[in-house]
């Protein structure tokens, strides 16, 4: 039921990662009238970021609803939606923003359904762009994923691909719980190749992008992306590394990272998150704790942002998170036996 | 945390220590800089510093044991720390040689992950354990690779594939018969220099065809000599002058005239060396050493009569820097003093010969149509013959023959 403005003729197309996006949220509306868009700048404009384009002038104003500036209205309006019936997806413009809403998604969209017994749910789905690398300095870089993770009642994916951005986004529409998704502000652009018809990526189950044999790297969204750029690289420095693209971080998929370590060994974390107290720990922790601990030949390493904002300047926000020239040298590290 | 004192690299190309002395005891009090160890290494002794001041606890490592460089061979409690942290047991460090024990047939329990006290020894990824566990083996006859010796998957598995395979099926095979064993005796691991004179010597003898040359010389004028320069030195303060160092001073003098002597083999090229130090071998506590009379040329006899006074000295203190005990262009081993009538020696690599001197004994010989007895000693010079060809140690040798015949010629 291809009906937009995307060329429908093949089954399978190249589109970028935001049309990806938007071409998920259209066949949700048309199938689903229950499904509505709001955020700030979402109808007219088209998204900060282009990503709701004209599904406004497919759909009218009544369902997709330019908002006033407020984090905090946006979220209650949305759960209160969600409780009584609606499947709203809203988009904060920058994920830092999402600071503002914290009392609705955490307190009461994450808990509704619990203290209720069951007899309330909140389908409700938070796009949320993030990450560095635009420039865009410390308030509107940030990459905030972890913190939603620790959230019981939420989930939280972090789609690398088009493909996936579009089956993960239909899958969390469906969802009868809070879903946020954080789509990675350079990934955008990016192109591959996405199915026509609608179709879900399931939720929770983690993708091996490339297999491998002496080290396992793990990432999620854009860092999943290097991380297959830089097995290239070392393949042909002699080293055959595993990469994992976690696609969701809650629920995580420990079963594939698991298997993985047990075969390869090694465990490479990388992430653009904040090091201290991130996505890696938990990982690295998770792994430990196993009965994979006595498969490891080398210390878990984990790659993550740094302990500081994101700079303005260019050449320091590069070197603030994860660049493939690091991910290469500690994967090398890591299977050289040196301290990594 | 406790401060983990390992076992450093003092030297370049060291791969394993011997401490030799602990000058430390558990649970002493030391202060940062305080020597708390000797090791043995290049043929000399180096003393090592406490890295950090507080107690010395969980002393690991034996004496006379060689140990891989970067293995922590105790651990020093900071103020405070060490009445929390009772001692642990010792543990032995790992030795190197992983020498006579075999494998423990029953598989031992998994290690103790310590908690706060991991400083307990022997560092192992869990993979490496969990292999070690599979097939009974004990972790402490495996060398670690890893940073700071720690033992990985290849490890175990290396040293699994070189270790004698026990066999399981003893009806298989008869008892052997006393008889045919050889005697068990008491087996001894190298020291460490030990080692590096086994390791050099068998790399001379493989790489350097060797040669010898002898010269039966007359020692009458070179004993005279001696005598005469004793009472000198006597009058000027200098120690007596020894034979040994009588012929350090000729082939010092002579070698000048005879580069290729004083010359290494280096790839495809012969390395000439602009000074000539002389080295002489000598023996302390069963195991050889080499001290170097460096740029020996300029010396006169009560100069390396002191210097050699000083080496012989230092070296029986252990004072003697690696420096001074290694680098020499040419080698002297003197064994008359045993009564050693002649013998060939092994080049001491990478120089090109070295001179082993026999007993100086009174011999009937012919002079003028005569049958007289003259002090006569062998002089076998070692050549190594990528570099020195017969004609040109010929040479060397009439030459030393004419000095040591002649010696006021040349001093």
Redesign the interface.
């Given at each position: 039921m291809p009906s937009d403005t995307l060329e429908a003729g093949s089954e399978i197309r190249e589109l970028s990662y935001a049309e990806a996006v938007r071409e998920a949220l259209g066949q949700a509306m048309e199938a689903d009238e229950r499904v509505f868009l709001f955020g700030e700048d979402v109808g007219v404009y088209g998204g900060a970021f282009g990503v709701s384009g004209d599904l406004v002038h497919r759909f009218g104003k009544e369902r997709v609803i330019d908002t006033p500036i407020s984090e905090l209205g946006i979220a209650g309006a949305a759960v209160g939606a969600a409780i009584t019936g609606m499947r709203p997806v809203l988009e904060i413009q920058f994920s830092d923003f999402v600071t503002l809403a914290m009392e609705q998604l955490v307190n009461q969209a994450a808990k509704i359904r619990f203290m209720f017994g069951g007899k309330a749910s909140v389908p409700m789905v938070v796009r949320l762009p993030g990450g560095s690398g635009t420039g865009a300095a410390a308030q509107h870089s940030q990459s905030l994923e972890a913190w939603f993770a620790h959230v019981p009642g939420l989930k939280v994916l972090q789609p690398s691909t088009p493909h996936d951005a579009k089956g993960m986004l239909l899958a969390a529409i469906d969802d009868p719980n809070p879903v946020l998704i954080f789509e990675h502000k350079l990934l955008y652009k990016t192109k591959g190749h996405v199915p026509a018809e609608a179709y879900r990526v399931p939720i929770g189950k983690a993708a091996i992008r490339r297999e491998g044999t002496d080290v396992t790297i793990v990432g999620s969204s854009i860092m999943a992306r290097k991380a297959e750029a830089v097995a290239e690289r070392l393949a042909s420095d002699g080293i055959s590394a595993e990469v994992i693209d976690l696609r969701s971080i809650r629920p995580i998929d420990f079963t594939t990272i698991a298997e993985s370590v047990r075969k390869t060994h090694r465990l490479l974390v990388v992430y653009e998150g904040v090091k201290t107290m991130g996505i890696g720990a938990e990982i690295s922790a998770m792994i430990a704790e196993s009965e994979v601990f006595d498969f490891l030949d080398a210390p878990i390493i984990r790659l993550g942002g740094a302990d500081a904002p994101i700079p303005y300047n260019p050449v320091l926000e590069k070197a603030a998170v994860p660049q493939e020239d690091d991910i290469v040298a500690a994967a090398s590290n890591l299977v050289r036996r040196g301290e990594a | 945390m406790p401060i983990e004192v390992i076992l450093p690299k003092v030297d370049m190309d060291m791969e394993t220590g011997t401490i030799e002395t602990w000058h430390v005891k558990e649970g002493d009090q030391v202060r940062q800089g305080d020597t708390i160890f000797e090791i043995g290494t290049n043929k000399a002794v180096m003393e090592v510093e406490a890295p950090a001041t507080g107690a010395i606890r969980n002393i690991k490592a034996e004496t006379g044991v060689p140990i891989a460089v970067g293995t922590p061979v105790a651990w020093i409690y900071l103020d405070g720390e060490a009445a929390a942290a009772p001692s642990e047991p010792t543990a032995a460090a790992a030795p190197v040689a992983a020498a006579a024990s075999l494998p423990p047939t029953e598989a031992p329990l998994s290690p103790a992950i310590a908690g706060p006290s991991a400083a307990s020894g022997l560092r192992a990824?869990?993979?490496?354990?969990?292999i070690a566990r599979q097939n009974g083996l004990d972790l402490k006859a495996v060398t670690g690779?890893?940073?700071r010796g720690?033992i990985?998957?290849a490890d175990v598995k290396r040293h699994l594939e070189q270790r004698p395979r026990c066999s399981p099926a003893p009806e298989a095979r008869p008892a052997p018969t006393p008889a045919a064993s050889p005697s068990e005796g008491r087996l001894q691991p190298f020291s460490a220099i030990r080692r590096i004179v086994a390791s050099r010597l068998s790399e001379s003898m493989r790489t350097a065809p060797h040669f010898y040359l002898t010269s039966e010389i007359e020692m009458s004028a070179a004993r005279e000599l001696l005598r005469r320069l004793a009472a000198r030195h006597e009058r000027i303060g200098a120690p007596k002058p020894s034979l040994t160092v009588l012929i350090a001073r000729v082939a010092a003098r002579i070698l000048r005239d005879h580069p290729v002597i004083n010359a290494s083999a280096e790839g495809e090229a012969t390395r000439f060396h602009e000074r000539i130090d002389i080295g002489i071998a000598m023996e302390r506590d069963g195991d050889l050493v080499v001290p170097v009379l460096r740029d020996a040329a300029s010396m006169d006899m009560p100069a390396m009569s002191r210097e050699f006074a000083r080496l012989r000295d230092g070296m029986a203190k252990r004072t003697l820097t690696p420096a001074e005990l290694g680098g020499g262009t040419f080698t002297i081993s003197n064994l008359g003093m045993y009564g050693v009538d002649s013998f060939t020696a092994i080049i001491n690599p990478p120089q090109g010969a070295i001179l082993a001197v026999g007993r100086t004994l009174d011999k009937p010989v012919g002079r003028e149509g005569q049958i007289v007895l003259r002090p006569m000693a062998n002089f076998t010079l070692s050549s190594d013959h990528r570099i020195v060809d017969g004609v040109a140690a010929a040479r060397f040798m009439a030459e030393l023959r004419e000095a040591l015949e002649n010696p006021e010629v040349l001093l």
């Open positions: - | 990824t869990p993979l490496a354990r969990r690779t890893g940073p720690r990985g998957e």
